[in-house]
């Protein structure tokens, strides 16, 4: 008989969970919603959030982000999740689904191997960005292998020798709920406010188009600066909203005509999937391969590089034909409607599934 959704306890495990900020942290709490929908039974293994029941809350009294380098942190959070979690007496498949970088997935090795586990998972949410030896040896024995990046998915495959799964992230459902648009804005950027982001970029292009409106949503260490910046630059077309809810933000996407992600890095681009949800174009800057979801002149952009010129230009060519714009959009929301969560969850336990089947003695 084959192995069913109802047979399997995957304990997820990642040190943070909403309303923890991060975008990996959303992954991981959507994911998990989606598969219990589907009928597994998801454990999330976690340190400081919210989870629903049943979870494994550890080491509850300590601040594991305090904790630097990320390989002790992952070796702590790991060893009291071994304490934690005893070997199950029922008939459940105890899987093990790992998310984080090559640390975590070298740590999680022995919760693995505590609770007896028929197959663990790998998730790379960021860039590879360790030498080679340490993914291939940290990833010794994982059954299956996933990035939320394009270009990760790719590098890894050459690393490992072996197939990699590229399971971007996806918008909540909010964002395709035709509701009431918020505040008009021409030009909206959404992501937290730390260096990565380049949210200062956002800010030149500002300045060079004083006749647009800019919305910047979302929270972090930078905004301070970045607030002080634009008054120094004299940007009075710009406007800083903060971290707000989903559905804050999803509003605003429908006010918005075009959306803007000037990063250096990205795994998933889930603030632009969000936003091709609600029906905008999106500019996106090279900060991953985009090839799997931007075509330029159909529904967006992809800039050659961080030049002012370049970004600025890219905004003005989906601004400036109002049919053209709304066709873009029209095409991104059909995109869109195929990165839903129920599909992502789908497809993984599918895999998982699937690799189970092939590994029955």
Known sequence: MRIAPEDLRIYRCYPWLPPE?????????????????????????????????PAVRVLSGINLRSIKPAALRDFAFYSAAISS?????DNKIAVVHVHGDYSAFLAARMLAWRLKASMTIATLHESAIAAPMHYRVSMMGYGLVLATGWKEA?????????????????????????????????????????????????LACAAR???????????????RRLEALSIAMNCQNVAFHGGVSSEKIAAALRGARVFLSVSATEGTPTAALEAMAAGLPVVLTP??????????????????????????????????DEDRRRMMGKANRAIAETHRWNSKAR???ERVLDCLEVAKP
């Open 154 to 202: 790719q590098h890894l495959e050459k690393i490992l020798g072996r197939q990699v799964h590229h399971l971007p992230s996806a918008p909540l459902d909010t964002f395709f709920d035709p509701s009431e648009a918020g505040a008009p804005c021409d030009v909206i950027t959404v992501g937290s406010l730390v260096p990565r982001k380049r949210t200062e970029l956002v």
């Open 21 to 53: 900020p991060g975008g990996m942290e959303r992954h991981i709490a959507a994911l998990t919603i989606e598969q219990r929908r589907q009928g597994c039974d998801v454990v999330p293994v976690y340190n400081a959030g919210v989870a629903k029941q």
């Open 347 to 349: 497809f993984l336990t």
């Open 209 to 223: 188009l004083p006749h647009l409106r800019f919305s910047i949503y979302g929270e972090g260490i930078e905004r």
């Open 287 to 320: 900060s991953n391969d985009y090839s799997w979801l931007i075509r330029n002149d159909v529904n967006g952009y992809v800039t050659s590089g961080w030049e002012i010129e370049d970004v600025t230009c890219r905004l003005v060519a989906c601004l400036a």
């Open 85 to 89: 979690i005893g070997p199950t007496h």
